[in-house]
């Protein structure tokens, strides 16, 4: 008999990832190309490398789930399939109850489970369905963090109602391409971080109170105690920032 040991290593092995399919990236830090930052409060986080995801799932495919993966660019997990067809490896979103060896198709040849890539034309009204395309031939785009879905309303030949978690309804092409489930890792907002090291990794620094500085920082800096010295909140550049109309549009 095998020892526990050796058990415990087949079981809890780290999933061989897909070199292929992994680039790396530098961190701009929220600096543009003159070294100006333009995005605060970014900066110092843990190197990562970028997964490529195949959001353009159209095209007929046969696959088997090889691993589910931790992707350090977005908050759902992602799986590597293994296609039948080509004898080639990619990435692709992870849906709930997914789990290693679910056989997940794509294309005109795909079904109404989990996992599966259709059109929209084929999705009973009332389903939930996430990674949709906008347009036939085109990635998809809306649906894709993690515990997102949209509901189909209505469905006919040319066009469908789609409502998204944001509550918009959109009408799309029927021909449209969007996987059935919903985007896995659901309960990703409830995580709490514990302590600020765990925000610096994500590449998060700290944000400090415009009262807190000198005059020359901010318009609320400065002043003899804890006084903004200003009526209005503003930002850093003067402008009004809350219980203030800015834009024109409604």
Known sequence: MESSSSLNNLYFKRPLLIKKKIVGLKNKSGKNNTGRITSFHKGGGHKKKYRKITFQRNKNFIGIVT??????FRNS???????????????????N?????????????????SGH?????????????????????????????AGTFSTILEVNNKFSKVKFCSGKQKIISSSCFCTIGIVSNQFFF???????????WLNKRPVVRGVAMNPIDHPHGGGEGKKSGRKT???????????VKTSKRT
Do not use: M
């Open 67 to 72: 691993s589910i993966e931790y992707d350090p």
């Open 77 to 95: 997990h992602i799986a590597s399939v293994f296609d039948f067809f080509n004898k080639t490896y990619c990435y692709i979103l992870a849906t």
């Open 97 to 113: 109850n997914l789990k290693i060896g679910d056989i997940i198709k794509s294309g005109l040849i795909s079904d109404i489970k």
């Open 117 to 145: 890539s259709t059109q929209i034309i084929k999705v009973p009204v009332g389903s939930y369905v996430n990674n949709i395309s906008l347009t036939p031939q085109k990635h998809a785009q809306i649906s894709r963090s």
């Open 190 to 200: 409830l995580k709490t971080l514990g302590k600020a090291g765990r925000a610096r």
């Open 233 to 243: 909140l503003v930002t850093p550049w003067g402008k009004p920032t809350k219980g």
